[in-house]
Each structure stands twice: as structure tokens, then as C-alpha cells.
């Protein structure tokens, strides 16, 4: 390239970049006016249903303002347009609080289910909804926020049957007294081998779970432990089933459930939530042992 061929490149340059940025502008405009319409749109007619979506295209906007070039008068006109929407959006947010929550009572009680509590936290038995407006979700916890069960949009009705499913999952299940209790103690005795322990010892809840979801399982997995041929059980089922659990005593032995110290809800691994009522009373659990009586 001779010196001249250099000398009209350069000189290209600067217009290539105005250019470039023209166009860029031209875009976020064009983002921004079709966020606008749609804001409009979802304002026409019962914005408290449509909070999630308006939030996304007011985020959607500021974002755009953030990074153009655009002269401040169009900049100012555009926080014009949607700061009535922002100021009213508590407004929205309120009702749609209160409209979701007068449809999932009503859908709850189509399925013997009774709600309580105050957002964005509602319960149901040893269950916690939680009810996330900003991201049009709702996620179904065991216990206070302890255990995530399910998730799904902000409908009441689904809210519902997924609640009502996981619900019939964890408490549909048969529990044999006396088998439940036999497995635990063997459970108990192994963890307490494996860790050097005496019978009587305190052992990590944690430890015993992974025992005796070993314990339980049949013939197939263990002659090919693969994934299909594992029966299912985890911390719910083990903290619902220690729950149910009426009896105490195995071969001169009492189960004893430890009560968890600060020290052990750090992590959480470290303890286990149990219910004590089905209104969602409970206590964490660190350890478990047995003690000859």
C-alpha cells in the first residue's frame, strides 16, 4: 500500500466510525420506542398482572440510557415516559399481591390446603412459598426456605398442583415403624464405625442419611449401582420420616435427635430441619444418636 492508498484510509476512518455509531444509535432507539409501546401495552389493561413484563422493558430502557450518546432532550423525554409508570409501580406491585394471593387461597383450598403467613413468604403446612413479583416466579420450599422442592410462573394454579404433588410425593409414602427404625440404628452403627465412634456417640445427621440411603437400597442397584436403579431418598424424606417416626426404642436403645448449635446451621451440610407440627414448627437437628437405656 503506497503512501497515498494510507492517506485515503485514514481519512476513511473517522466517517466509518460515525457511521458505525449512527447505526448503534439508530438500533437503540428503535429498542427503546418498541420497550415504550410495549410498556403501554401492558399498562392498558390490568398492569398489576403484567408487573414482571413491565419491569423487564422499564430495565430494558435504563440500560439502553446508560451506554447511548443520544442528546440529553431525548434521554430526558424518554425518563418522562416511563417515570409515571416507575412512581405507580408500589401501586401495582400491591395489587398484584393481593390478586395472586386471594387465587392461590382459593386454588390451595380445591385441595384441602389452608394458607398463612405475609409476603413474599406464604405457608402452607411445613411448606414456604415464596413469591418472587420481579422475576414472575414462585419457588415451593420444605420448611422455612430449607430444602427447594419445585418452582414454576406466577399462576396460583400451578403454584398449586405442584405444591399439592410434592406434597403427596414426601407424605404418600408408607413408613414401617419398626423397619425405619431397625435401618436407622444399623445406619448409625456403621457411620459410627466408619468414624471410630462408640455406640452412644453423637454422629453427624449427615453421616447417617448417607448410610442409610445405602441401606435401603435393593438388590438390583447393588449388583449394578447406576442411577436407574436407586431409590430415591434425601434430606426431606429423612426429615419428614424422622417426624412421623412414634417409636424410639431398638434393641435397648433410644434414638435421640441433637438439637443443632449455631455453630453447625453454618453449612448445610451441618444440620437437618424436622418438622414438629404441620403448622411448620420445627427444629434443626446436628446429630443423631443411640443410647442403651
Known sequence: MDANELGETSAMEPAFDFLRTLSREEANLRNIRKAIRAIERYTENEPSSNI??????????????????????????????????????????????????????DALKQVDFELSGHYPLLKVMFYTLEVKLENDSVVIWYGPEQERLDACKLIPEVAAKKLEASHRKITGRDLDDEAFLSNLYDAYKIAAHRSKKEIGDSLPVSDILLEYALLIQNKKFRTNPVKSSYREYGRVFFSYDLYRLKERMVDDHELSLVTATRAYTRRRAGFLWVPSSERGDGTYISHIRFREV
Open 52 to 105: 414482571y413484563k413491565i419491569k423487564q422493558e422499564i430495565a430494558r430502557i435504563e440500560k439502553i440510557l446508560k451506554q447511548t450518546r443520544l442528546a440529553d432532550f431525548v434521554e430526558e423525554d424518554v425518563e418522562q415516559r416511563i417515570q409515571p409508570v416507575k412512581s405507580t409501580m408500589p401501586e401495582w406491585e400491591e395489587q398484584a399481591q393481593k390478586s395472586f394471593g386471594r387465587r392461590l387461597e
